[in-house]
């Protein structure tokens, strides 16, 4: 490839035989890539960089279009090609780069310029265009800006200059497109060539951005925490392992955010929160991945009551502000968030839908309810996991309304504080919306010695086979024994709200590079087939 400082030993354009005339291209029975690697050495021949640095600094089309006049003689615009039509002397392409479409007109009976390293005074600026430039490409072009018979706003080209050869051509066909494993495998296609894809990926850029808007204006401060832990905590599930090979140390990566945050309000901050990536090894869905975004948030002197009314502001704040409504339809399905949210308690409803009391019934009884239910438990599964079990089986399919899920039993959640009134209980509240839980807070245990009690109690069930139960983390336990005000935390993932809000029928539509299955043995996110 030629360096910048390519120089042009050649006499003719590469568009021109050296008569003038259209060079008539040789019939190659190749396939598209051959062709445009062709067109590229043909360019680098005549010392042009099809890499380049710009020579001219570009204007966005969207300010040319709000801001410049027509008549204006000097714009300078650069983008990807889209669409070429050529008629007769004549050439119309669409040029997009990011913020806008405008249309370029190249004449062939004007003087037109190539530009590049090692060109100088080039006129065949028609020929070389139509010999160098295919859709895809990059280029910057600049001219007057005019408007053709039909009232067009165009841009006249004097001179271009191409800046990104395409070696691959883009799909021709590929506006809806449902081949769902070639839109995760090739985003970078499926966003490029699907306006409404590409927009509902901006629309997940705003709505995280609402989540900081909201915590912001409420006093909270955004850090950052380890995504490297030698304790993995602050949830059930499986963690992935990595190894550091120079300390010659395992580590995990974090499932969760919680612990480390707690820790920010032993060293001090009252307000604090985190959006980031979290990794669980645990079965792929139409609503889990095992990488996906979370967002934690924890404030002292709060407890659950004050979540419940916090969390549907929360909600109703950011739904609002990215999607200007609180009522959608997921599925076929009505959600709507504006009514207060109803509050349904976690032992109630799981004996009105099964006739069991979980906090009474044995681990043989709950086994056998899960059974009922058409669930299925590992055998190493203690009671909390049954319970989990046979709620989401018979009761959480049918939340469909955003409903607050609250009370749950101590055995279901080992990070949260027990019930003021009720010892067997917890401070907990889950958000449900359409059967699915898109969000989970607590007042937060702060006592270190029942906190370590409920970490021995999942040492036992992890020591029993369940992949999933908490490990110990002494370091936390130690932050805890230096004291913890009174908190409560929350936590979102962010992938499944934004699916439900926008109406996708899988989280990894909403995701921009979807983990995969490795294709034929090959590894990488961007191959393979979704599960």
Known sequence: ????????????SPGNTGGGRRQKPAELSVDERTVRLQKMHRAVEFGINPYPQVFDRPQTIAGVLAKRQVGDREITIAGRLLRIRTIG??????????TAKMQIQIDGGRGVSLIGEGISGDTNGFENFCALVDTGDFILVTGEYVLTKTQEKTILVRRFQLLAKALRPLPEKWHGLRDLELRYRKRYLDVLSNAAVRQLFEQRTRFIKSFRDFLDQHGFLEVETPVLEQVPGGAEAEPFVTHHRTLGVDFYLRISLELHLKRLLVAGYPRVYEIGKVFRNEGMSTEHLQEFTMLEFYLAYADYEFLQQFVQDCYRNVLQATFQTLRFTY??????????????DYVTVVREATGVDVLRATEDELRRAVGKSGGSADPGAGRGRLIDLLYKKTV??????????????????PLAKRHRDNPELTERITVVVNGSEVGNGFSELNDPLDQRDRFLQQAKLRAAGDREAQMTDEDFLEALEHGMPPTAGFGVGIDRLFMLATDQPSVRDVVLFPLMRPQDGSAGRASGDPA
């Open 396 to 413: 959480r399919p049918n939340m469909v309304a955003p409903t607050l899920l609250i009370n749950h039993p101590v055995a279901v959640s």
């Open 89 to 98: 002397k004549l050439v119309f392409a669409d040029v997009h780069d990011g």
């Open 331 to 344: 599925q076929g399905k009505t959600l709507d968030f504006e009514p207060a949210w109803k509050v349904v």
């Open 1 to 12: 490839m030629p360096s910048n400082t390519a120089k042009n030993t050649k006499k003719t």
